[in-house]
């Protein structure tokens, strides 16, 4: 394809670039892709070792087979510059996707050829057709027994209409892929052994960059990146003009777009330190970075997503991008139970206010508060999955804390109303399932948007229902559906407070000592519980050690010792047939506990515990409350 005029703009000893986003919803199998992407375009020499979806470089990442941060990356093909942003799918990110769009020229759209477009599909989908950029769809997973590759076709295809797609974007090439197996074709009669196909596509159906090198540089921050050694980060396309290491340059805070007048307040100037463009897996620094090629720029402490880089001579505001508001908070408090700085390195309230502080420099959703208290700071983001990583990397760099039970932010509306965020929440189960689905699902204030029968005896059933609605319900999801459910949740909106909701059906049993789990006592617990330790396990009072099987909670001894009636000794214990206890993991636990109970988070465990500790000060609170209660 020729983009003539522009290229003669190019010097000549410059590639053709293009700029493309992968989006998709969670798992749809994005950085697979890239992977096989990098492996074919010869990213890495011929006997070098690489790890299996390579991009997903951090610890967490690569535990949780996720993608957390969107990474930039790019290969040559055929002499053009492919400029590649793995995002990542799951929908607490959606605004960063959103953010990423902007430095971008088209789309790679993956879906799974099963599961078809999920909520986060259509979010991605939706901002990405309205900014005018232009989709390649993948049809990817063609491998999966499961597969329908035809029947996901045809729903992408309304789903474009849906949104209201332009006559070009309808014309995106469709192709059929295996992230797994590296291949793209366009006939599902006619197999392919490689991405080519892909890659030409690229090439021919995503614009290459028209910006000018010879205007005055202008580039817009759309994410941002963190060093050590250089500080502040900010990566974008060049749209205009080109950029060399130790220009001057203006930094403009977000605004009007347009041109900026020279004493308008905080414009800043200043030197640019390094510059770099993106080459396979590396960040290689360069000397200078023409219009429409994407750039990591240094040398301002003050860099933040939105602001517009421009010459000094012409400072011309780009559109910024919002960044999208937090939806929920908890409370990260220090450590006050009877462990605490047993297993942190870092404990202290000033450490811990630090670290939160420092988690703005990068986590631009995120917010941090001060409160009343200098030991409890109020943390707002986008959803469970986001504070959870926060708190998971922390407690990974040694940090040792307490959570409180995840609060929806409320809105006012314009006749002074309470609002609430409302989430759109998506359950696939075999039609077995549904009633026990649709029973629990009402008292959460859950309104059925859409069901479906995609076949094989399985059902798609969408729901609208308060945020507030889904806490604890994925593991009574899980319970309900024997494990083979598939739920997905993000947010949709903000709607009229609900109204009250019940809290979790089933009471815990809580330590009433502190104490050594013993084998003895979980085997009579377990009959009415499931249990949330193990024996050896160290317990105290007030901390929950499982979850019973009815109502209300129970005050239990786990350390209770068979008694030595006879010449037989504790060695019988081994044999009892112990359930393996409930794994509690982060974001479990955040949806788990009550607002009278914390999570106490520490580099080696994960205790859920009561507030107040001991049995007869929570029993006093309880009369207190209940006096309340029938008060009023
Ligand atoms: N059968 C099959 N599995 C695939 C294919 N591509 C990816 N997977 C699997 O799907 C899972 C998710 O793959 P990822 O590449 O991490 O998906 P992703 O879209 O990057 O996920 P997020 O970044 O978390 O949104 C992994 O277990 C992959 O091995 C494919 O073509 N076929
Ligand atoms: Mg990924």
Redesign the pocket.
Same mark, same amino acid.
């Given at each position: 394809m020729a983009h003539g005029s522009w290229l003669t703009k190019r010097r000549s000893d410059q590639l053709d670039i293009r700029n493309i986003a992968?989006i !998709?919803?969670?798992?749809? =199998?994005?950085?697979?892709?890239?992977?096989k992407m990098l492996r074919q375009a010869g990213a890495f020499r011929a006997n070098q070792h690489v790890e299996?979806?390579v991009m997903?470089s951090n610890p967490l990442e690569r535990e949780r =087979?996720?993608?957390?941060l969107a990474k930039n990356t790019s290969v040559v093909w055929h002499g053009v510059k492919i400029n590649i942003v793995?995002?990542? =799918?799951?929908a607490d990110f959606g605004g960063e996707v959103e953010r990423i769009l902007r430095m971008v020229d088209g789309v790679l759209i993956?879906v799974d050829a099963a599961e078809g477009p999920m909520p986060q599909t259509r979010f991605v989908t939706r901002k990405a057709l309205a900014l005018g950029l232009q989709p390649i769809v993948a049809i990817?997973?063609?491998?999966?027994q499961d597969a329908e590759p035809l029947r996901v076709h045809d729903e992408v295809l309304s789903l474009f209409i849906d949104l209201e797609a332009t006559e070009a974007q309808l014309n995106a090439p469709f192709l059929y892929?295996?992230?797994? !197996?590296g291949t793209a074709t366009f006939d599902l009669e006619k197999p392919e052994t490689n991405l080519e196909l892909l890659f030409q596509s690229i090439v021919d159906t995503v614009p290459a960059p028209t910006g000018d090198p010879e205007l005055p540089f202008q580039m817009l921050i759309s994410t941002l990146d963190f060093s050590n050694f250089l500080g502040r980060i900010a990566i974008g396309r060049v749209e205009q003009g080109r950029i060399a290491a130790g220009d001057q340059v203006a930094l403009l805070p977000m605004g009007v777009p347009g041109l900026v007048s020279p004493d308008e307040q905080g414009v800043e100037r200043g030197r640019v330190t390094k510059l770099y463009t993106f080459d396979g897996l590396h960040r290689v620094e360069v000397a200078s970075v023409d219009a429409g090629d994407i750039v990591a720029l240094s040398g301002f402490e003050t860099i933040e997503i939105g602001k517009t880089f421009t010459s000094p001579d012409a400072p011309y505001r780009l559109e910024g991008i919002a960044v999208e508001e937090p939806t929920i908070s908890v409370d990260f408090i220090v450590n006050n139970s009877p462990f605490a700085g047993r297993e942190g390195k870092y404990v202290t309230s000033r450490q811990l206010r630090d670290r939160l502080f420092k988690e703005l420099e990068r986590n631009v959703a995120l917010r941090v508060e001060e409160t009343d208290s200098p030991d409890t700071h109020t943390v707002a983001g986008r959803g469970e999955l986001h504070l959870g990583i926060l708190m998971e990397t922390m407690r990974r760099e040694g940090y040792e804390f307490q959570v409180s039970r995840p609060r929806v932010i409320l809105k006012e509306g314009p006749d002074g109303e309470s609002l609430e965020p409302y989430e759109e929440l998506t359950i696939d189960v075999a039609e077995a399932y549904m009633g026990v689905v649709m029973e629990k699902l009402g008292p959460r204030r859950s309104e059925m948007l859409e069901m479906r029968n995609p076949g094989m005896g399985m059902v798609r059933l969408t729901f609208k229902i308060p945020a507030r609605g889904l806490f604890g319900y994925r593991s009574e999801f899980m319970t309900d559906s024997r494990g083979t459910g598939i739920m997905h949740h993000r947010f949709l909106d903000y709607g009229q407070w609900a109204g009250p909701l019940a809290g979790r059906k089933r009471g815990v049993m809580i330590a009433d000592r502190e104490a050594p789990v013993v084998a003895f006592a979980l085997g009579n617990l377990q009959e009415r519980a499931q249990m949330f330790v193990a024996p050896g396990e160290q317990v105290y009072e007030g901390m929950i050690v499982g979850e019973s099987a009815r109502p209300g909670d129970m005050d239990v001894n786990v350390g209770k010792e068979k008694k030595l009636t006879n010449m037989r000794t504790t060695a019988s214990d081994d044999h009892i047939l112990l359930e393996p206890p409930r794994e509690i993991t982060l974001e479990y636990a955040l949806e788990y506990i009550e607002e009278d109970e914390l999570i106490e988070v520490t580099p080696q465990n994960i205790r859920l515990r009561k507030r107040v500790l001991q049995a007869n000060e929570r029993k006093k609170a309880q009369r207190a409350a209940n006096r309340v209660a029938d008060a009023s």
């Open positions: 992968i !998709a919803h969670v798992d749809h =199998g994005k950085t697979t892709l890239v992977d299996e979806r997903d =087979g996720i993608t957390i793995d995002t990542p =799918g799951h993956l990817n997973k063609i491998d999966r892929t295996s992230s797994r !197996a």
